[in-house]
């Protein structure tokens, strides 16, 4: 296992864990903007731009653009966050060169006015599809209202209005100020050529123009509250508490993974015990987020109607005791041996290392072999836990309740 790393003159940073025991590679394009990045003007810009981004080249058609990754047998796709909009693809060690070729070309879309009006009807169509969905819509509402005037309340998918109102010419500007080579991440995980791939990255990119790319990092909200949405339409009643967490810097957001494992695992936790176990509810878990400058501890609970209340009286009830006493030694135990082995298991693949590697440099600019960070979980204490669940107070909470319930 090696770690390597360099940079261009453009200020494009290249990273790759190289591990000759594997026979595939994976690499990726770490474009470091999302949502949170975009005025109202151009909501959703972000996700509208990663589906444009496979939609040709001045090289390649969006047939062509297919057609190469079926033909490398590439497992490939893109997504977009609040933070990162990511591009990848995972292949045999003999088409590292080709993969590479194709997502640095596809990071430089033609962004045709045809593309853009037919994709327009995708996005909308998603929206929809989304809108259809409960935990999507507590989700976004969530966040919405617990960081109420803050970036990271903005919608990744933007609304009907701001995508029906987007004009090409906007996207245009956003790519050229989002877009910069300083701005992005080339990360390769597995059995790679390094000599290889800087070459043909340098090939592929060096004529980016650099230009100087921020973001703004306000400090996030501490907000209490409480929405009820009404729709009786729906069945379940969907709940959604979160309270504040460590940012994705902080040393303590190893104590934040196992307090969420311990509190709000789909399975074996407290909530699971206090909940799902006893038939109160159908869905209840808790989940940590370390983001740029911010954190997130988000509870979701999809229950009977009629038993919203009291499967929220028991929500907090958990959340405060374990407030009051942390974790059992048995249960801590547990929670490290949980995430321990998913991420073993995750890292045996160069596909499973690659977000991992590439968020490790993105937000603190380091590389940690999957062992350190399995040793840095290992080291955490209860002490450590219970201090980061007093600290960020996970009962102080800002909750979203969606379904026909008109109190909670």
């Known amino acids: 296992m090696d770690f390597k790393q360099t940079v261009l003159d453009n200020g494009l940073t290249i990273i790759a864990e190289v591990n000759p025991d594997n026979v595939s590679m994976a690499a ?28 040709g080249t001045a090289r390649r058609s969006p047939f062509d653009v297919n057609r190469e990754f079926d033909e490398m047998g590439a497992e490939y796709n893109a997504f977009t966050s609040e933070e990162n909009t990511v591009f990848y693809g995972a292949v045999l060690r003999e088409f590292q060169s080709r993969l590479v070729d194709l997502l640095a070309d596809i990071l430089r879309p033609s962004l045709r006015g045809e593309d853009f009006d037919m994709e327009k009807n995708v996005i909308l169509d998603e929206i929809a599809r989304y809108e259809d969905q409960p935990s999507y819509r507590v989700y976004e509402k969530l966040m919405a209202e617990h960081f109420r005037g803050h970036p990271l309340g903005n919608s990744v998918l933007g609304t009907t209005e701001s995508i029906k109102a987007l004009q090409l010419g906007d996207m245009k500007d956003y790519f050229n100020r989002r877009y910069s080579p300083g701005n992005v991440t080339v990360v390769a995980v597995g059995n790679l050529d390094w000599p290889a791939l800087v070459d043909k990255v340098a090939q592929c990119c060096s004529h980016w123009k650099h230009f100087d790319v921020a973001r703004d990092l306000p400090a996030a909200p501490r907000r209490l509250g409480r929405l009820p949405i009404v729709d009786t339409r729906i069945n379940r009643e969907h709940i959604g508490l979160m309270s504040p967490a460590p940012t994705s810097q902080d040393p303590q957001r190893f104590a934040a993974r196992l307090a969420s494992t311990v509190v709000g695992d789909h ?25 740029d400058g911010a ?6 609970i999809s229950t009977d109607p009629d038993r919203a209340a009291q499967s929220l009286r028991i929500a907090h009830d958990v959340l405060r005791r374990f407030q009051d006493e942390g974790p059992s030694d048995i249960e801590l135990q547990a929670a490290k041996n949980k995430i321990a082995s998913s991420a073993t298991l995750k890292g045996e693949l160069p596909m499973g290392r690659l977000t991992t590697v590439g968020f490790d440099w993105v937000y603190r600019k380091e590389y940690v072999p999957l062992a350190a960070q399995i040793d840095k979980l290992l080291a955490v204490s209860a002490a450590d836990v219970l201090d980061v669940a007093r600290k960020y107070d996970m009962t102080a909470t800002t909750i979203v309740a969606l379904g026909p319930a008109e109190e909670i």
Do not use: Q
């Open 267 to 291: 399975n074996g936790s407290r909530l699971f015990y206090a909940l799902v176990e006893p038939a109160i509810a159908d869905e209840a878990s808790l989940a940590y987020d370390g983001l």
């Open 295 to 300: 954190g997130a501890f988000l509870t979701f």
């Open 28 to 55: 990726g394009f770490f474009v470091r903007t999302g949502s949170r990045d975009e005025t109202p003007s151009v909501a959703g810009v972000s996700h509208f731009l990663e589906h444009m981004v496979f939609k």
